[in-house]
C-alpha cells in the first residue's frame, strides 16, 4: 500500500487553457458543490453534544473526538451506527443498548433529519445551473463519497428530476468479528430501510457503487464515463476538494472547475469540524492504495469558481 501525503496549501495546480470543444457531460460532486451538509450537521451534532455534556459529566472534546473517530472510519458523518459504535457506548451501555438508542441515538438522528429538511439548500444559481444544462441537451451526473441513502434522501429533496444519475457509494454493515462493532445494529437497520423506502419514487436513477470507489479511486469515474457513452474530454469536473475531485479528473485527464465556494466553512463551524472532530493521533494524510492504479498527477483546474453557476463559462 502506498501512502501520500498531501497538504492542500501546497498542492500545486495550474490554469489549463480553454479548450474549444462540447462539453457532453458534466459530473458533478455533491457535498460542498451542489450544497452544503455542514449547515444542518453542524447544529444538530453541536447541540446534542452540550446536552450529552452535561449529562454524562464529560467534555465535548473528549465526546467529539469519541465520534470523530468512527467518522474517520467509515469515510462518513453520517454513518448509520455512528453513535452505538462510541468507545462512550461500549463503556456505559453495552450491558443496555436498547437505553443507549433510546436516549441518545434516536433524539439524535431525529434532530438531524429535521435540521436536514430546513436547512439543506442548495447554493446560490445551482438549481438555475442545472435547469441551463438541461436545456442544452448536456447531461449531469453527480459522483458522491455519500452513503447511497443519505445520496438519495438529499437528491429527493433538492435536485431530483434535474440530474441524469446519482453514483454513491454502499452503505456497508459493520462485519460479525469487526473489533469496532456498534452495540446495537437494530436502530440503524431500521434507519436504512426507513430512508431508502421513502425514497423508493426518485425520478433520478442512483447507482450504488462499492466502498472502495470512493474517490480519488477513478473506478466511479469510468463506470460514469462508460455509461454515459463520453470520453474524457468531452467531460467537465466540478467539485470543492482538490484532493478528492481534482485528483479523479486530473488522473482520466478531464477538465475541472474547483468549486472554491464550498471549500471553506462557516466561522462558527470550524473549531468542531476541524478541532473537536479530529482524532487526536490522525495524520493529515491521503492513503491511495497501489492496486486502484491512482494517478496522482496534481489537479489541472480550468477555472476556480467563486458560484456553481460559473461552470456555464466553460461548456
Keep these: 500500500m502506498m501512502e501520500v501525503r498531501t497538504d492542500i496549501s501546497k498542492v500545486e495546480y495550474r490554469l489549463a487553457s480553454r479548450i474549444n470543444q462540447r462539453t457532453k457531460l458534466v459530473i458533478t460532486d455533491v457535498d460542498g458543490t451542489l450544497a452544503s451538509f455542514w449547515d444542518y450537521f453542524v447544529p444538530a451534532l453541536r447541540d446534542f453534544l452540550r446536552q450529552m455534556s452535561q449529562e454524562v459529566k464529560t467534555p465535548v472534546s473528549e465526546l467529539a473526538e469519541d465520534i470523530g473517530r468512527v467518522v474517520e472510519r467509515h469515510g462518513t458523518h453520517e454513518y448509520p451506527w455512528l453513535l452505538e459504535e462510541t468507545g462512550f457506548a461500549w463503556r456505559h451501555y453495552e450491558k443496555n443498548p436498547e437505553l443507549f438508542v433510546e436516549r441518545y441515538v ?61 453514483y454513491a457509494l454502499e452503505t456497508v454493515e459493520p462485519p460479525k468479528d469487526s473489533i469496532f462493532k456498534p452495540i446495537s445494529l437494530e436502530h440503524g437497520r431500521q434507519r436504512l430501510k426507513d430512508l431508502k423506502e ?34 474524457p474530454y468531452e467531460a ?11 485528483l479523479v479528473a486530473a488522473s ?37 492504495r497501489e492496486e486502484e492504479n491512482i494517478d496522482c498527477r496534481p489537479p489541472i483546474v480550468e477555472a476556480i469558481a467563486a458560484r456553481y453557476d460559473e461552470l456555464l463559462n466553460h461548456v
Design 198 to 231: 421513502s425514497t423508493d419514487n426518485l425520478k433520478t436513477r442512483l447507482v450504488t457503487l462499492p466502498k472502495s470507489y470512493e474517490k480519488p479511486c477513478p473506478s466511479g469515474l469510468d463506470m460514469v464515463l462508460e455509461d454515459f457513452e463520453v470520453y
Design 106 to 166: 434516536k433524539p439524535f438522528w431525529k434532530t438531524l433529519d429535521e435540521n436536514r429538511k430546513k436547512y439543506l439548500r442548495p447554493f446560490p444559481e445551482t438549481l438555475n445551473t442545472l435547469a441551463e444544462l438541461k436545456r442544452m441537451g448536456i447531461k449531469v451526473v453527480a459522483l458522491s463519497d455519500a452513503p447511497d441513502y443519505m445520496a438519495r434522501i438529499r437528491n429527493k429533496q433538492v435536485f431530483d428530476g434535474l440530474l441524469d444519475a446519482v
Design 252 to 288: 482520466r485527464g478531464i477538465r475541472f472547475i474547483w468549486a472554491h465556494y464550498g471549500s471553506h466553512l462557516p466561522a462558527e463551524y470550524e473549531e468542531l469540524v476541524l478541532k473537536d472532530l479530529k482524532p487526536a493521533d490522525q495524520e493529515d494524510a491521503l492513503v491511495l
Design 236 to 246: 467537465l469536473f466540478i467539485g470543492d476538494s482538490l484532493k478528492k475531485d481534482g
